[in-house]
């Protein structure tokens, strides 16, 4: 089987991108009715995104065995009553390695390559632990083989595929940087094609009531790691709400502000609880937007913090005073549970009330994180922006962790 001769990489990466643009222009509305906007944006690119070949060279299986081989017998051509080829003793040599990534791309030429055949004997996908092996054979004479000279054999070989995987690694960089903003560009124009945009952008992305003349906030942006989706599936519920991200984002900073002014005089907060606490973030949210509420009953319970829109939680958040790594994460869970199909957009506020060491307060969080974040940024010290993927329907949750010193 030859390998790296196929169509050009620049070509087969062009018409990816046409058949991604394709299937998303023939998403029916029943299909993205009740639907997340960004949950399809992350399926689609989970689905396209070229996963490059990575080829492991040190895990290469060598196998030899006895063959008799033909060898041309020059006499032939002299003598008509001299055979063509004659038997001598020989080896076949065999080498198994292993790689990862798409078999599809041994297919393809890299925009850099050599004229140099690229042959395997078998190319097998990978298997359900993501690992696929491609074979090599070497058959030589016995009178000509030797251990070092097989085993260099190979290690040129396999080098050659190296470098050439490289290289479609390289082109597929470009491919892969601008696939959200392709996907993004894709997903809104079936949006607007399909005659119920006003009632599907309101359910994806919905602007919350906002007091006049308040700032909007800046959406925040982070780098995407990469993740598999199932694809979204239409909720049974009636439609429900999510935060627009400029909304997510202005109320985390009123949260900030209102809170670092509470650090600056931590005593006359000394004997507050969760709920006082709670309250006085509230007050300050009121100044903002309309009828904010405090323990506002949510599907499995009651959550701390709560802005509604037309009956619906747009944002829901809980205040929790630090008590531990295993509290933190059960707090996190508890305000998943709170949660319903659209509301993926969530915040965590910790007050530190005991710890008189706070930047071990903000160890403990950093290592939480790492351990349930499927990506995360810290844009400020005592403050996370993370995604959290919820293990009981696989939505993937926007979870701001905010953290403020309140040890007289």
Not at 11 to 39: C, G, N, P, W, Y
Not at 271 to 295: A, C, K, P, W
């Amino acid at each position: 089987m030859k390998c790296f001769a196929g169509n050009l990489t620049v070509d087969v990466f062009k018409a990816h991108h046409a058949r991604m643009r394709q299937e998303i222009a023939s998403l029916s509305a029943e299909k993205m009715d009740k639907t997340d906007r960004d949950a399809w944006i992350d399926y689609f690119i989970s689905q396209y995104e070229i996963d490059c070949l990575t080829i492991y060279p040190e895990n290469m299986q060598l196998e030899l065995d006895e063959k008799t081989l033909q060898e041309y017998n020059h006499w032939s051509r002299m003598d008509p009553y001299e055979p063509k080829y004659f038997d001598v003793a020989g080896f076949k040599a065999t080498c198994t390695v292993p790689y990862t990534g798409d078999p599809e791309l041994f297919k393809v030429t890299p925009m850099t390559h050599s004229l140099r055949p690229f042959e395997v004997e078998r190319l097998d996908r990978p298997n359900k632990d993501g690992i696929g092996y491609f074979v090599l054979v070497y058959e030589l004479t016995q009178r000509e083989a030797t251990a070092d000279g097989i085993r260099e054999h190979f290690q040129q070989e396999i080098g050659a595929f190296v470098a050439a995987a490289e290289h479609i690694r390289t082109d597929a960089k470009q491919f892969n940087d601008s696939l959200r903003q392709q996907v993004e560009q894709a997903v809104d124009k079936r949006i607007a094609e399909l005659d119920k945009f006003a009632s599907i952008r309101q359910g994806l992305n919905l602007p919350l009531r906002r007091v006049k003349d308040v700032p909007m906030a800046k959406p925040l942006a982070l780098p995407r790691k990469r993740l598999v989706f199932n694809m979204p599936r239409p909720s049974e519920q009636s439609p429900s709400y999510c935060i627009a991200d400029v909304d997510y984002e202005h109320i985390t900073e009123i949260i900030d502000g209102c809170c670092s002014i509470m650090e600056q005089a931590p005593g006359s907060y000394e004997g507050f609880g969760e709920e006082q606490l709670r309250d006085h973030i509230l007050s300050v949210l009121n100044t903002h937007y309309e009828n904010t509420t405090g323990e506002t009953f949510r599907k499995k319970g009651k959550t701390d913090i709560n802005v509604p829109f037309e009956g619906h939680a747009a944002y829901i958040a809980e205040c929790k005073i630090w008590h531990g790594k295993k509290a933190f994460l059960a707090a996190i869970d508890q305000l998943f549970s709170y949660t319903t199909w659209r509301d993926t957009k969530v915040s965590v506020i910790v007050f530190n009330k005991n710890a008189k060491n706070f930047e071990t307060v903000l160890d403990s969080i950093q290592g939480a994180l790492d351990e349930v974040s499927v990506q995360e940024g810290r844009p400020k010290h005592a403050q996370w922006y993370c995604k959290i993927q919820n293990k009981d329907d696989e939505r993937i949750m926007h979870v701001t962790v905010q953290v403020f010193d309140l040890h007289a």
